[in-house]
DNA sequence: GAAAATTTGCAATGTTGTTGCAAGTTTTAT
DNA sequence: ATAAAACTTGCAACAACATTGCAAATTTTC
């Protein structure tokens, strides 16, 4: 692992570890989406198994990785491409999983179109029912 | 529940049992997507949450309803606007989900764009590592 | 209305994700 | 360089979610 590897933790404030480093180097290598099973197959048990759900969790939060949403009850992860802030992704992008070999990769440049107002949708963020919440 | 309903059934080869009618007027009132759990919720615990696991996944296979991933690790269902041939879903919309409430609901019009080739991708349904096995 | 086919419920089991806490590691400050 | 503080990890226990086999019950077919 390089130093500006090892930069992207520094710069969101975790601590250098062992686990953080292989991890993220998973990422920085992978073609495609991770699940947890595939990062726990790729360390050898190294790592508890909390361990993985704790780094995970980590990077999402700080803004090194997303959540990819899938059908078969395995969420996926990925690289954001840009250093979004700790909290604030900004990945509203579209994921392609194969027909075959079911490799999920993130379309960074295609993103869904803009929502067009209906009965049921009040604004881009709330429902129509929700409207009295809006400010 | 109408004819018109049970004929859903019928249609799709399907034995008509209480279950299944039941969870399929769950579906036909409901506003937004359902979850597990909400179809449980609603039914009083009339039926074993195995048979709401089973008559679920008989649904999506029958192209009745179809799957809506969420980050948050809990499929939701909805049902299929135009009857998606049994194993033939067509549902490349997108979905909606209110900020407040979580409610999500089908946007059925909006759909996703068109996906460029890349290296990565050899055509809208094989990634370019599985280009061998397209036909 | 009886036989065949299908569906359901139960019990057991598997998989996935979470929490508290003590031990270990990394960072900070001297 | 080193000790204290801060943070991270592993373990064990637990909780939630999902799946399977099989016998009993229901639905469909004839």
Do not use: W
Request: proline share 2%; charged share 25%.
């Amino acid at each position: 692992m390089t130093e500006a590897q090892m930069d992207i933790l520094r710069k969101n404030g975790l601590s250098i570890t062992e686990g953080r480093k292989k991890i993220l180097e998973l990422f920085l290598d992978a073609d495609g989406a991770l699940a947890h099973a595939d990062i726990e197959k790729n360390t050898d048990a190294a790592f508890d198994r909390v361990t993985v759900y704790r780094t995970l969790q980590t990077f999402v939060e700080k803004g090194i990785i997303h959540q990819i949403p899938t059908t078969d009850n395995a969420v996926l992860y990925a690289l954001c491409k840009d250093n979004c802030a700790a909290g604030h992704h900004h990945d509203e992008h579209v994921h392609f999983i194969c027909n075959h070999c079911h490799k999920t990769i993130c379309l960074d440049d295609v993103t869904v179109p803009l929502v067009k107002l209906t009965e049921r949708i009040y604004t881009p963020a709330n429902c129509y029912g929700c409207k009295r919440y809006l400010q």
